[in-house]
């Protein structure tokens, strides 16, 4: 009988961490993945940008400064960024502006 309950209370937190663990990484890890395939060859892999490309630094005193809209609204709206970056929706563009206060740390 004990047995039995101590299987089930494994078996519950082990179905628990199951369903909680892959969401909580996914989370994190789509705005990186979204920032390494829509930014970084442009504002680079740590987002210092490229001085002489003219292409700011995301990491910066002036990024820091920015409202999570402002960084939102530039990613949509600067006419140097290419139509895909233009275009993304709202949630992904979110879980990169989070991902770039992360790299701001
Ligand atoms: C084709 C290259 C390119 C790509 C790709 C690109 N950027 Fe940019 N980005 C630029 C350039 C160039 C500017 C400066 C434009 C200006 O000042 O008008 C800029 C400006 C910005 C700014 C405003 C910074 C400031 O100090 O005002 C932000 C925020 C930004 N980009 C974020 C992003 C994010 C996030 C992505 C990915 C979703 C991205 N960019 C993709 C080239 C790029």
Not at 10 to 34: E, K, Q, R, Y
Not at 85 to 91: E, G, N, Q, T
């Amino acid at each position: 009988m004990k047995t039995t309950r101590l299987v089930m209370l494994v078996m519950t937190i082990a179905v628990a961490l199951f369903i909680l663990i892959p969401n909580l990484s996914w989370a994190a890890d789509d705005g990186a993945t979204l920032y390494k395939a829509k930014c970084a060859m442009c504002h680079g892999p740590d987002a210092a940008g490229k001085p002489a490309a003219k292409i700011p630094s995301l990491i910066s005193d002036e990024a820091k400064k920015m409202s999570d809209a402002d960084l939102a609204k530039a990613v949509t709206e600067k006419a140097k960024h290419p139509s895909t970056v233009k275009s993304l929706p709202a949630d992904q563009v979110k879980a990169i502006v989070s991902y770039v206060r992360s790299l701001q740390k």
